[in-house]
């Protein structure tokens, strides 16, 4: 058995493209990438891959699903074999272990963890807002640089009260243990000496890819040279900064529209990036770039543009990040800033149309910006230019693709005015060098191990009645199922309650009794119900990654843009594209149009019953059931009003 961690680590480091891409040659087509079947024979491909929602789907042979499940189809393993078997392509230690109460406890655990973080979050937002201190002090801060208050509350920035454990007793006062709040770093304890970590500074959350509150940054307000203006949460269970990008969460997205990712250093930079519309920008808050914070980016996109201060610091940390952003095999830019502007500052000295077009036209290529920073360095020095030289072929020869680095050595000669024979040999030197080195770590043990995949749901005899509508409610339930619907009121409190998407579709099919006849849409209904209630279920996440590889097609094809366009939504030769706007009218409008279907097909089953009854023994069945059919008219008629269509009257 894996643990449930380790399961987490692999499925975020295995990137749906890189991993297919070992078996099918793709071509980026809009946000996603396409490409030829491995799984039937077709000429034309119609095979999708979308980075953004981490899945593949074929549309030509039904198939879809995560990364694991492409193993698993396409390498025949079974579910753990595959999670094996991406382990050892990302570089994951796998220890299996059967689950015992020690594992169940560390999972446990791990949520725990991530429930005391999350309420962390919303302690410190509603502090902001809503306490003195809080407004006076940490809203100020943010106003005074320039902070709006929907990017404030978009990225739930917040504010620790400056006391010494104000937090920490409120947080016990909710029932969470100081182990808990030990363990996250929200608290600090020694012998009979408690304080609260984060006193006195705003707040800036890390959210992980699926958007949960891992981790806290904070930045005092006081003017103390004994105390550190930025401190983050330390390394924890769930927080590991090596492999975390501050605002990947909320870039993730526009990262994958637009192709590119803009890579800054802090938190304010990417505040003030996002205010001027520019939503595609991570920082790799104040640490150095690290290749897991790389990878990360490379999920999304091969174009990486480095933007950091323009001071001597920052030029640095560019040429540093640099070799590393080769190495992983992304393209890179660097927009160099005026002297003593950062990010943030120039974001907001400018106009958004400004800034966006100073980036666009100061973006420089990588070996450009190097060669013009080292020569001005070099000036008229042979041997530093000699130097200079060597650090740009070491840069050159960490690009894996052999037709990049040859276009790279060709500019690099231009430019130097150096053989490309000399520069190709020393490229040559260093990489067989490198190639050495990796063969040290090879050949890891693997065990197959009988899948324990949950078996699949039975086939369905036979044609769905209702598959349009359970279709278009599947998908509705997973892109929105916790959206806000509408409110109504409490007749026994006399307030208001909002309702879910997900919430009021469970509650008026659960109502009504009504069931699939096909197996597989029940059974990712019936799991949906029973995980709805959980406060960070995330649908997409849970039924893409889900052992049963049916459940997985299934989901995948619902969730790819392919599918987005339902003729349900259709009135009047129009399309609302932005259909998460117009829920309130959609959701209950595909819910009377599943009933309507439902009613008819009860209407005709029972006719059907009826015609098999001996009309000449016992009539009581007869009139029970006719007495059944004409109530369900009444619903059908009902229905057909509010729908608009034509009358029943038979």
Known sequence: MIDQSTVERIMDAADIVEVVQDFVSLKRRGVNYLGNCPFHNEKTPSFTVSPSKQIYKCFGCGKGGSSVNFIMEHEHLSYFESLKFLAKKFHIDVVEEEESPEIIAQRNRHESLMIVSNYAREYFSNFLYNENEGRNVGLSYFKERGIRDDIIKKFQLGYCPDQKDLFTQAAQKQGYRMEFLEETGLSIKRDDWVRDRFSGRVIFPFHNLAGRVIAFGGRVLKTDPKVAKYLNSPESEIYHKSKVLYGIYFAKNAITRSDKCYLVEGYTDVLSMHQSGIENVVASSGTSLTADQIRMIKRFTPNITIIYDGDNAG?????????????????????????????????????????????????????????????????????????????????????????????????????????????????????????????????????????????????????????????????????????????????????????????????????????????????????????????????????????????????SGLLVDKYTESTMWKRKGSFVEDEHEILHLLVPKLIEEYKFRQVKQMISGMMKKIGTIDPSGDLTQIMELQTVITNLKKVEKELSKKLGKRAVTS
Not at 321 to 341: A, F, R, S, T, W
Not at 487 to 510: D, F, H, R
Not at 513 to 524: A, C, K, M, N
């Open 315 to 555: 030029i640095k940390a560019s040429i540093r990040g640099i070799d590393m952003v080769l190495e992983e095999g992304i393209n890179v830019k660097v927009v160099p800033l005026p002297e003593g502007e950062d990010p943030d500052s120039f974001a907001r000295s400018m106009s958004s149309s400004d800034l966006i077009a100073y980036i666009a036209t100061h973006e420089t290529d990588f070996i450009r910006f190097k060669t013009q920073l080292l020569l001005k360095e070099a000036d008229n020095d042979p041997i530093a230019r000699a130097k200079l030289i060597s650090d740009i072929v070491k840069s050159i020869s960490v690009i894996p693709d052999a037709i990049t680095r040859s276009v790279y050595i060709r500019e690099c000669s231009n430019m130097l005015d150096v053989s490309e024979d000399i520069i190709y040999e020393e490229v040559g030197k260093l990489k067989s060098k490198v190639s050495e080195d990796n063969k040290v770590q090879e050949k890891r043990e693997a065990a197959r191990v009988a899948s324990v995949a949950r078996p699949s749901a039975e086939p369905l005899v036979g044609k769905n009645p209702c598959d349009v509508e359970e279709k278009a409610l599947l998908r509705i339930m997973l892109r929105y199922y916790s959206h806000d619907l509408f409110s109504v009121v409490n007749e026994e409190t006399g307030k208001a309650e909002t309702i879910k998407v997900g919430q009021y579709i469970v509650a008026e099919i659960e109502n009504d009794g009504l069931r699939s006849v096909d197996p597989l849409y029940q059974l990712v209904f019936d799991e949906f119900k029973e995980h709805c209630d959980e406060e960070f279920f995330n649908p997409e996440r849970f039924f893409v990654q889900h052992d049963n590889r049916e459940v997985c097609n299934l989901v």
